[in-house]
């Protein structure tokens, strides 16, 4: 999979190159750029924001940098026939596991990261008309640009790519995957400060595990979620 992002503050992806992220990019399994927003930026200073038209609080993204940056990246020789443009936004559609999985079997992704009030919306509506292009909000509250909700959504993709995670198991009984919360984990001592392991688990009787894990599963999302289980 190919992933561009697009930032006024690259470095807040420098940490991809650490753990499962360095290792899905050492592995060829993952194609990640970081492009510089002022880089296209039409002005000696590099400026990238402006004073909302019509008037109000705070700065607005100027489209001329973004429209000839997502240009170029779109026009490269080396970019896919059809990339997902991804602006995270918490005026988006919430990211969740199933997305995440959806996003996997993409060839090519950009992510846009705003800051300020975000782009100019004639961005929006120009990739939306010429291509594929989505609002994506982590959940219901408000960071201060789309470099953190980047990075969670890239980690939550990355690993869903064949060959990422050592035993794909570990991957089907995890949180979320199943529509429930995971079931808790234990490992030795069977007793650690007077607290004894479930003896369930030491019983070597796996049906009986599997149906105590279930259980757990569904009461941890009921008492948690209960939204999740009504789904
Ligand atoms: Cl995706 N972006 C920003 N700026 N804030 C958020 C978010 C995204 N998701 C939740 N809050």
């Given at each position: 999979?190919?992933?561009d992002?697009?930032?006024?503050?690259?470095?807040?992806?420098?940490?991809?190159?650490?753990?499962l992220?360095?290792?899905?990019?050492d592995?060829?399994?993952?194609?990640?750029?970081?492009?510089d927003l002022r880089?296209?930026?039409?002005d000696?200073?590099?400026?990238?924001?402006?004073?909302?038209?019509?008037?109000?609080?705070?700065?607005?993204?100027?489209p001329?940098?973004?429209?000839?940056?997502?240009d170029?990246?779109?026009?490269?020789?080396?970019?896919?026939?059809?990339?997902?443009?991804?602006?995270?936004?918490?005026?988006?559609?919430?990211f969740?596991?199933?997305?995440?999985?959806?996003?996997s079997g993409?060839?090519?992704?950009?992510?846009?990261?705003g800051?300020?009030e975000g782009?100019d919306?004639?961005?929006?509506?120009?990739?939306v008309?010429?291509?594929?292009?989505?609002l994506?909000?982590?959940?219901?509250y408000?960071?201060n640009?789309?470099?953190v909700?980047?990075?969670?959504?890239i980690?939550?993709?990355?690993?869903?790519?064949?060959?990422m995670v050592?035993?794909?198991?570990?991957?089907?009984?995890?949180?979320?995957?199943?529509?429930?919360?995971?079931?808790?984990?234990y490992t030795?001592p069977?007793?650690?400060?007077?607290?004894e392991v479930?003896?369930?688990?030491?019983s070597?009787?796996?049906?009986a595990?599997?149906?105590w894990?279930?259980?757990?599963?569904?009461?941890?999302?009921?008492?948690?979620?209960?939204?999740l289980?009504?789904e």
């Open positions: 999979m190919r992933i992002i697009v930032s006024i503050f690259p470095a807040y992806f420098d940490t991809l190159e650490i753990s992220l360095g290792k899905a990019k592995r060829g399994l993952l194609d990640l750029r970081v492009h880089d296209a930026a039409h000696k200073h590099r400026t990238v924001d402006d004073t909302p038209t019509g008037g109000g609080a705070g700065m607005v993204m100027k001329e940098p973004w429209g000839t940056m997502l170029e990246i779109l026009e490269a020789p080396d970019s896919s026939d059809d990339p997902l443009i991804i602006f995270p936004s918490p005026a988006g559609e919430v969740n596991q199933k997305m995440a999985r959806e996003l993409e060839q090519q992704l950009i992510f846009g990261c800051r300020y782009p919306q004639r961005i929006f509506d120009e990739y008309e010429r291509g594929r292009l989505k994506v909000s982590l959940g219901d408000v960071l640009g789309g470099e909700a980047s990075l969670a959504m980690e939550a993709i990355a690993r869903l790519l064949p060959g050592g035993n794909p198991e570990s991957l089907v009984e995890e949180s979320h995957e199943d529509g429930l919360l995971e079931y808790p984990s030795k069977a007793v650690w400060r007077g607290r479930p003896p369930v688990l030491l070597g009787n796996h049906a595990i599997a149906k894990r279930k259980e757990q599963s569904i009461e941890r999302t009921r008492r948690v979620r209960p939204d289980l009504a």
